[in-house]
């Protein structure tokens, strides 16, 4: 039975950790290959709290510094991260989601018998993604002649890995008390980014220095590991956590009734069971053939749209009125950031209050929230169904593919909307509250672009789901354009031969017009959309004439 339940989970979800460790080890080698077309001297410069934000040692000179902090410390962390909360979400949640709890446990073995055999699966996923990036790390500078000494590649990539598992348990714990695998997955990464955030922002203000010392994501990378070799102390706190949530997961798998996935109770379900609220259900459901299927796919995700709402909502009433705490240091700093740091984050002068917000929340978090968002929405689309072998009855009711498949794209467009709305009211009321300077309408524009953009890739994974059916191909797909599309905008400018390649990028029309100082640019809008609708057409075909699986 362990053995099964290992190799099957390991064989589910080696693949994901494949595409993961390979695409950063490629943006490993185009990020190494565009520093040595540049001068990197400028990255000393700049503030030791701003370094220590993207990752970057000031005390680990040359390419390789540069390239792995970048590239391990921020992109690579959070994607092995986000891949072993995938992983952890589903080892339990996941399993009475799909209806297939009851076949693991209908074997002659105890819940913690599985519970184990998905933990061992998710340690083993995880080491397998660490050797990926450390013999990327290690291979990349040989190919290209890059000097790495002082950088101590072994020990950074440790950090990485058991910072990962620490999160993709907190994810198994969540998913192991609640069953639900969407408030297990959203948790998690919410919680991940939140503790970046508090880490990347908190030493910037003194009196709130220590305070980042509560937040795990301290213990990943704060003593420089890539620099100082491996730090124990700070691996004994990541690890006595892990073992905790994995307590406690045992005992909340092992306390609570487990639920098939016929027992999930949707928003829809919620208004409807109500007698104040059942007529405004019953309108919003529709029939049971047609006009619920836009309802019904918007209550599937409900969970991970609340929780990424809430992620959203706390950073836009925090971040801007942070702006006036920050010590005058810092902004004079950031006033004489070079041009090619600046394109990193947008083009915008970091030291003024437009720019700071969109350094910290535009540049990056509201692109990981949509993307994450609407790409779970399009890839579960129509591949989701078919997993969960309710294609069939959707299909059993007089209404063809395309209604189906547009259907859904309402839906994911309501999600956008949603999500839009959110950060634009949240920021909206932070800036109120800091007092600053900042136009209210070109903060729709950038929220705009930004709801846009999400589109885009929510529509890509849609177009993925309808050409294979396979959920995991169309989210990490989705995913993997969205993290090469954002290093094509932020470091193909820095390099002559390589800068004309950055309108390939979607990215590029999203923040490089500076929509929260100039207002919105129609052109790149309408670039977005028409990216969106071309997406969107392309899935009727290939949803059209692929063979179902049943």
């Known amino acids: 039975?362990?053995?099964?339940?290992?190799?099957?989970?390991?064989?589910?979800?080696?693949?994901?950790?494949?595409?993961?460790?390979?695409?950063?080890?490629?943006?490993?080698?185009?990020?190494?290959?565009?520093?040595?077309?540049?001068?990197?001297?400028?990255?000393?410069?700049?503030?030791?709290?701003?370094?220590?934000?993207?990752?970057?040692?000031?005390?680990?000179?040359?390419?390789?510094?540069?390239?792995?902090?970048?590239?391990?410390?921020?992109?690579?962390?959070?994607?092995?991260?986000?891949?072993?909360?995938?992983?952890?979400?589903?080892?339990?949640?996941?399993?009475?989601?799909?209806?297939?709890?009851?076949?693991?446990?209908?074997?002659?073995?105890?819940?913690?018998?599985v519970l184990g055999s998905k933990i061992a699966a998710l340690i083993a996923l995880i080491v397998f993604s660490g050797l990926l990036l450390w013999g990327a790390a290690l291979a990349v500078p040989a190919i290209l002649d890059v000097d790495i000494t002082g950088v101590d590649v072994s020990a950074l990539v440790v950090h990485l890995a058991v910072n990962a598992l620490f999160w993709g348990l907190l994810a198994v714990a969540i998913g192991a008390w609640t069953g639900n695998r969407t408030a297990a997955s959203g948790g998690a990464a919410g919680l991940m980014v939140v503790?970046?955030?508090?880490?990347?922002?908190?030493?910037?203000?003194?009196r709130l220095h220590d305070v980042a010392r509560a937040f795990p994501w301290y213990y990943f990378n704060s003593s420089q590991p890539e620099l100082n070799g491996i730090d124990w102390g700070h691996l004994a706190v990541l690890s006595s956590l892990s073992a905790g949530l994995v307590v406690v997961a045992f005992i909340g798998v092992n306390r609570r009734d487990l639920r098939d996935r016929s027992t999930a109770v949707t928003l829809v379900d919620r208004l409807r069971d109500n007698p104040r609220t059942r007529r405004i259900g019953e309108r919003i459901?529709?029939?049971?053939?047609?006009?619920?299927?836009?309802?019904?796919?918007?209550?599937?995700?409900?969970?991970?749209?609340?929780?990424?709402?809430?992620?959203?909502?706390?950073?836009?009433?925090?971040?801007?009125?942070?702006?006036?705490?920050?010590?005058?240091?810092?902004?004079?700093?950031?006033?004489?950031?070079?041009?090619?740091?600046?394109?990193?984050?947008?083009?915008?002068?970091?030291?003024?209050?437009t720019g700071?917000?969109?350094?910290?929340?535009?540049?990056?978090?509201?692109?990981?929230?949509?993307?994450?968002?609407?790409?779970?929405?399009?890839?579960r689309a129509l591949a989701g169904e078919e997993a969960d072998h309710?294609?069939?009855?959707?299909?059993?009711?007089?209404?063809?593919?395309?209604?189906?498949?547009?259907?859904?794209?309402?839906?994911?467009?309501?999600?956008?909307?949603?999500?839009?709305?959110?950060?634009?009211?949240?920021?909206?009321?932070?800036?109120?509250?800091?007092?600053?300077d900042v136009g209210i309408v070109n903060l729709a524009a950038i929220t705009a672009l930004g709801t846009l953009l999400g589109l885009v890739f929510g529509a890509f994974a849609l177009a993925l789901s309808a050409a294979t059916g396979t959920v995991s191909i169309a989210v990490y797909g989705a995913a993997g354009l969205g993290l090469l599309s954002y290093f094509i905008d932020a470091f193909f400018p820095l390099a002559d031969s390589f800068k004309d390649w950055a309108v390939l990028s979607p990215f590029h029309y999203y923040l490089s017009?500076?929509?929260?100082?100039?207002?919105?640019?129609?052109?790149?809008?309408?670039?977005?959309?028409?990216?969106?609708?071309?997406?969107?057409?392309?899935?009727?075909?290939?949803?059209?004439?692929?063979?179902?699986?049943?």
């Open 195 to 206: 503790s970046w955030l508090a880490v990347s922002i908190l030493p910037l203000i003194e």
């Open 285 to 353: 459901a529709g029939s049971a053939r047609v006009s619920g299927i836009t309802a019904k796919t918007f209550s599937d995700h409900q969970g991970l749209m609340v929780a990424v709402a809430a992620i959203l909502f706390y950073l836009g009433l925090l971040v801007p009125p942070l702006y006036n705490l920050l010590p005058a240091t810092f902004t004079q700093a950031m006033a004489g950031l070079p041009d090619a740091i600046v394109n990193m984050i947008g083009g915008v002068d970091m030291s003024t209050p």
């Open 1 to 113: 039975m362990y053995a099964n339940v290992f190799t099957k989970s390991v064989r589910d979800k080696w693949v994901a950790m494949l595409v993961g460790g390979v695409s950063i080890g490629l943006l490993l080698w185009m990020g190494m290959a565009v520093y040595r077309s540049i001068d990197t001297s400028f990255y000393y410069q700049l503030p030791a709290a701003y370094l220590d934000a993207v990752g970057i040692s000031r005390d680990v000179g040359g390419i390789g510094g540069i390239a792995y902090g970048a590239m391990y410390n921020l992109l690579g962390a959070m994607t092995v991260a986000g891949l072993a909360i995938s992983f952890g979400a589903s080892t339990i949640a996941g399993e009475e989601r799909n209806g297939t709890i009851g076949l693991l446990l209908g074997n002659p073995r105890s819940r913690s018998y």
């Open 356 to 379: 700071w917000i969109q350094g910290e929340t535009f540049s990056l978090v509201i692109p990981i929230a949509f993307i994450a968002v609407l790409a779970v929405v399009g890839s």
């Open 390 to 436: 309710t294609m069939g009855l959707l299909l059993a009711s007089p209404v063809s593919r395309t209604r189906i498949l547009l259907d859904k794209v309402v839906a994911m467009i309501a999600y956008a909307v949603v999500l839009g709305a959110v950060a634009f009211l949240s920021n909206a009321a932070g800036i109120i509250l800091g007092g600053l």
């Open 513 to 550: 017009s500076d929509p929260l100082v100039n207002g919105m640019d129609w052109g790149h809008a309408a670039v977005l959309a028409a990216i969106f609708a071309v997406l969107v057409a392309a899935s009727i075909p290939l949803f059209n004439r692929r063979d179902l699986r049943g």
